[in-house]
């Protein structure tokens, strides 16, 4: 790769200390590997990755930015949210009140309620692993009940059990 051949290790290794994330920090280290007479081949086996990718490593430093800049993808925004910020708002004052405030007849907000919830009050579909992210971003987290003492009173005790048995587990605030 002749484009390695006008940049010294030392530059390399100057870059390495400037940068910041695991993917900027390995592809300088493949450089550097590289420019020390380790081939392609054997970088691909190291990275648990294909020749492909290595040479795409080495080549993105041929280029007229910083070696900082080369070597760091640049920011990916991913999928647009469904619900709009108003609404993800809105949602997340929701679920801080009980459900049975908000005229859903149940003890406690769970996923699947959420996602029923969700899909009938905005229109949107979440999967039930999407409204556990949801909870928990809205400052919620998943509490178990407790066990009462065994010394307390049967009464009591026979209380607990139908409150365990109807809620199961509930997200609360924290």
């Excluded at 300088?28 to 081949?41: E, H, P, R, S």
């Excluded at 990755?49 to 910083?66: C, F, N, P, V």
């Excluded at 178990?144 to 365990?164: D, G, I, V, W, Y």
Aim: aromatic content about 6%; charged content about 35%.
């Amino acid at each position: 790769m002749d484009h390695l051949d006008e940049i010294p290790v030392e530059e390399l290794q100057d870059a390495l200390n400037n940068v910041e994330g695991k993917k900027p920090t390995q592809r300088l280290l493949a450089a550097i590997a590289y420019k020390n007479g380790v081939t392609q081949t054997e970088l691909a086996e190291w990275h648990n990755t294909g020749r492909r990718t290595i040479y795409s490593w080495l080549k993105r430093l041929d280029t007229d930015e910083s070696l900082e800049q080369a070597v760091t993808d640049d920011h990916r925004s991913g999928r647009n949210r469904k619900l709009s910020e108003k609404e993800q708002q809105k949602f997340e004052e929701t679920v801080h009140e009980s459900p049975e405030e908000v005229g859903v007849d149940a003890p406690a907000w769970t996923p699947a309620l959420v996602q029923q919830y969700l899909d009938e009050t905005y229109d949107v579909e979440y999967s039930i692993p999407s409204c556990r992210r949801l909870l928990k971003e809205a400052g919620l987290s998943y509490q178990k009940p407790r066990r009462t003492a065994a010394e307390s009173e049967s009464e009591e005790q026979e209380t607990f059990r139908k409150e365990l048995k109807k809620s199961g587990g509930r997200w609360t605030p924290q």
